[in-house]
T-cell receptor
Framework: KNQVEQSPQSLIILEGKNCTLQ??????????LRWYKQDTGRGPVSLTI?????NTKSNGRYTATLDADTKQSSLHITASQLSDSASYIC?????????????FGKGTRLHILP | NAGVTQTPKFQVLKTGQSMTLQCAQD?????MSWYRQDPGMGLRLIHY???????DQGEVPNGYNVSRSTTEDFPLRLLSAAPSQTSVYFC?????????????FGPGTRLTVL
């Protein structure tokens, strides 16, 4: 069964600290993995996308890693800011010929305290 | 570009009422989707369209209808609202391929069915 599991469910850190969010997936055949940021009351916004051959992708203070062998990804946030308070959603795509699937994780809720 | 727009932002319905959630995009994207987001669950696909005149069901299509008469618009119709349809609804669009191209999400419509 195609699944995307994220941990932790929620996280509270102080402004300026670093943090790492985890994503484990059992999706086949793997096409790509994205991390989205969803601010409260808004739609998700894509942060990074990684394909099978990529193991690191950065977007400013956000760095995503992918281990396709262990089917794990992480999102590292450096020097957190109050604006980083949001839900972060791991999304894995599967594709075989013309049949595609997108599986969304439930998200990690991140709270940054001043 | 306005991106993906959705109206209304909030709506309260009584059981049995019908309504249409509007979605429009000005990016000339071919692929459009409707998702629902419920607490503790990942986004779930309701219906999608690969181009004007073509629609198909996602994983939770019951109780919803869609049509795609133009590239820009993709309305979602609730035929007879039920409390189980209380949710936040997101419309998304992507250039051509929803797994390989970035999906752009609208701001969402928060629907409550009493």
């Amino acid at each position: 069964k195609n699944q995307v599991e994220q941990s932790p469910q929620s996280l509270i850190i102080l402004e300026g600290k670093n943090c790492t969010l985890q994503c484990n997936y059992t999706v086949s055949p793997f096409s790509n993995l994205r991390w989205y940021k969803q601010d409260t009351g808004r739609g998700p916004v894509s942060l990074t996308i990684m394909t099978f051959s990529e193991n690191t992708k950065s977007n400013g203070r956000y760095t995503a890693t992918l281990d396709a062998d262990t089917k794990q990804s992480s999102l590292h946030i450096t020097a957190s800011q109050l604006s980083d308070s949001a839900s972060y959603i791991c999304v894995v795509s599967a594709r075989r010929n013309r049949d595609d699937k997108i599986i969304f994780g439930k998200g990690t809720r991140l709270h940054i305290l001043p | 570009n306005a991106g993906v727009t959705q109206t209304p932002k909030f709506q309260v319905l009584k059981t049995g009422q019908s309504m249409t959630l509007q979605c429009a995009q000005d990016m000339n994207h071919e692929y459009m989707s409707w998702y629902r987001q419920d607490p503790g669950m990942g986004l779930r696909l309701i219906h999608y369209s690969v181009g004007a005149g073509i629609t198909d069901q996602g994983e939770v299509p019951n109780g919803y209808n869609v049509s795609r008469s133009t590239t820009e618009d993709f309305p979602l119709r609730l035929l007879s609202a039920a409390p189980s349809q209380t949710s936040v609804y997101f419309c998304a669009s992507s250039y051509r391929d929803r797994t390989r191209d970035t999906q752009y999400f609208g701001p969402g419509t928060r629907l409550t069915v009493l």
